[in-house]
């Protein structure tokens, strides 16, 4: 079973530990950003199962 974790934080550097964590079989449930847009391009690319507005 895969653990679900969620991200707070989308800056420059997010996309090395979405990959990490991505090979570490992790499966990232959840984005949170102060910038509401950081977070759009990780659900669109697959990360994320989906993302709700809120």
Do not use: Q, W
């Amino acid at each position: 079973m895969r653990p679900n974790i969620g991200v707070i934080g989308c800056g420059s550097i997010a996309k090395f530990h979405f990959d990490a964590l991505e090979k570490a079989g992790v499966c990232v449930v959840h984005v949170s950003d102060i910038n509401e847009t950081a977070g759009k391009p990780y659900s669109s690319i697959g990360y994320l199962k989906g993302m709700a507005e809120e």
